[in-house]
Structures are given as structure tokens and as C-alpha cells.
């Protein structure tokens, strides 16, 4: 059975910097695609980024985030995603997903082509 569980969520001022951590367990299959998700409430989630196993591919999916969200692989089964100069609109609980399908051939913004997902952790950010 294979189970996500998100860290680092909280809250932190407009400016300031956050950062989660997805940890996977019974994951069997080193060549994956894990990603990151965000939802407000009374919306559906919107693909924040992904990442492949291998490192060698990496996806940011909205423009909002770009150059200020950074994430990363240490290990077939872990992602993280570095938060830095966080804006209130940035205020959602994220979730990390895993696909079993290479980054490269997935719609990596579908939440749909992810199999697992955890259970989300919080980020608020005031002003």
C-alpha cells in the first residue's frame, strides 16, 4: 500500500519562506513522477509542480510560482518544495501526489494521472 504523508506546512507572514516535505512509503517502482498540488477551498487543485525520479525533469505550473517555489527530489520516494517570498494568495493546502508515469508523457497539471495522494498540510500566509 502505498501512503504520502505531507510536512511543513504553518503560518507565516507575506515575505516569508516555507518548506514542505512529502515522504513516501511502499513505493516499489523508482521511476516515478511526484508533484505538487494546491486547493482552496471552493476550488479544484491547481499543479503547482512536479518532479521526476531522476531529476533530470522538472515542471512548474503556474507562472505565479516561478522563481519563487523550488522543487526537488532526494530520493526516489521524498519531494520537497522550497517556498521562498510567500504571498497570501500563495494560502492553500498543498498535497503531493505520485504518478507512476514518466514526468515527460503526463499531463503533469491532471490531477488525474496521479494514483496516490496524501492527506495535504496547510499553508497560510498573512500579510
Known amino acids: 500500500q502505498v501512503r504520502l504523508v505531507e510536512s511543513g506546512g504553518g503560518s507565516v507572514q507575506a515575505g516569508g519562506s516555507l518548506r514542505l516535505s512529502c515522504e513516501a512509503s511502499?513505493?516499489?517502482?523508482?521511476?516515478?513522477?511526484m508533484a505538487w498540488f494546491r486547493q482552496v477551498p471552493g476550488k479544484g487543485r491547481e499543479g503547482v509542480a512536479a518532479m521526476s525520479s531522476t531529476s533530470t525533469w522538472k515542471y512548474y505550473g503556474d507562472s505565479s510560482v516561478k522563481g519563487r517555489f523550488t522543487i526537488s527530489r532526494d530520493s526516489a520516494t521524498s519531494v520537497s518544495l522550497q517556498m521562498n517570498s510567500l504571498k497570501p494568495e500563495d494560502t492553500a493546502m498543498y498535497y503531493c501526489?505520485?504518478?507512476?508515469?514518466?514526468?515527460?508523457?503526463?499531463?503533469?497539471?491532471?490531477?488525474?494521472?496521479?494514483?496516490?495522494w496524501g492527506q495535504g498540510t496547510q499553508v497560510t500566509v498573512s500579510t
Open positions: 501526489a505520485v504518478s507512476f508515469e514518466l514526468c515527460a508523457t503526463i499531463s503533469h497539471s491532471d490531477e488525474n494521472v496521479y494514483s496516490y
Open positions: 511502499g513505493i516499489t517502482d523508482s521511476r516515478n513522477c
